[in-house]
């Protein structure tokens, strides 16, 4: 089965900044790989994906992802983060094709301190 | 409708009595999945609908747990017998097609056990 391993539980950077939140995944097969964001008391709502095609993908607020399919990574970068930002990020992971479930990862809490 | 809706948004509840948590799914979604949100434990995935197939139920914690989905539409979770322990954020999401497409969520049920 399909899992996710979200690295760091608690990510304090200052505004401006760069940042990665770090996601590495295991399966055996093709996967489809997303990232969630939680905003403080609201729901989650999807940030980005990768189904196909390019290994970067990006987001309208400026977030990217690249997957790496060697090192089953797809970790989440910003060159330039706003306070804005402050959430709960998650990784996800489901089988491309298959009859699985969306698996999560235990989170990131990013903290952007002004 | 616009959204997933869960109902009720909070419950609290005496341990040993039965649960029953609400989820509308966005019209026209076929696949319906519960998780639990646990501080520090991320997205615990429940149970997934797909159609008209059989539920994929492997994430269900113990025989006290149990949902069905009615007419491919509204689905129920049920929790008998509370426990403390299940107390967490149940959070219900749909998509049109599961790994493909995006999965919306609810804004979730917080579950209290006293």
């Known amino acids: 089965a399909q899992s996710v391993t979200q690295l760091d539980s608690q990510v304090p950077v200052f505004e401006e900044a760069p940042v990665e939140l770090r996601c590495n995944y295991s399966s055996s097969v093709s996967v489809y790989l997303f990232w969630y964001v939680q905003y403080p008391n609201q729901g989650l709502q999807l940030l980005l994906k990768y189904l196909s095609g390019s290994t970067l993908v990006e987001s309208i607020n400026g977030f990217e992802a690249e997957f790496n399919k060697s090192q089953t990574s797809f970790h989440l970068r910003k060159p330039s983060v706003h306070i804005s930002d402050t959430a709960e990020y998650f990784c996800?992971?489901?089988?491309?094709?298959?009859?699985?479930?969306?698996?999560f990862g235990k989170g990131t809490r990013l903290s952007v301190i002004a | 409708g616009a959204g997933v809706s869960q109902s009720p948004s909070n419950k609290v509840t005496e341990k040993g009595k039965d649960v029953e948590l609400r989820c509308d799914p966005i019209?026209?979604?076929?696949?319906l999945y519960w998780y639990r949100q646990s501080l520090g434990q991320g997205l615990e995935f429940l149970i997934y609908f797909q159609g008209n197939s059989a539920p994929d139920k492997s994430g269900l914690p113990s025989d006290r747990f149990s949902a069905e989905r009615t007419g491919g539409s509204v689905s129920t979770l049920t929790i008998q017998r509370t426990q403390q322990e299940d107390s967490a954020v149940y959070l219900c999401?749909?998509?049109?097609?599961?790994?493909?497409?995006?999965?919306?969520f609810g804004q979730g049920t917080r579950l209290t056990v006293v």
């Open positions: 019209s026209g979604h076929t696949a």
């Open positions: 996800a992971v489901t089988l491309r094709g298959g009859n699985t479930p969306l698996v």
């Open positions: 999401a749909s998509s049109f097609h599961r790994g493909t497409a995006e999965a919306f």
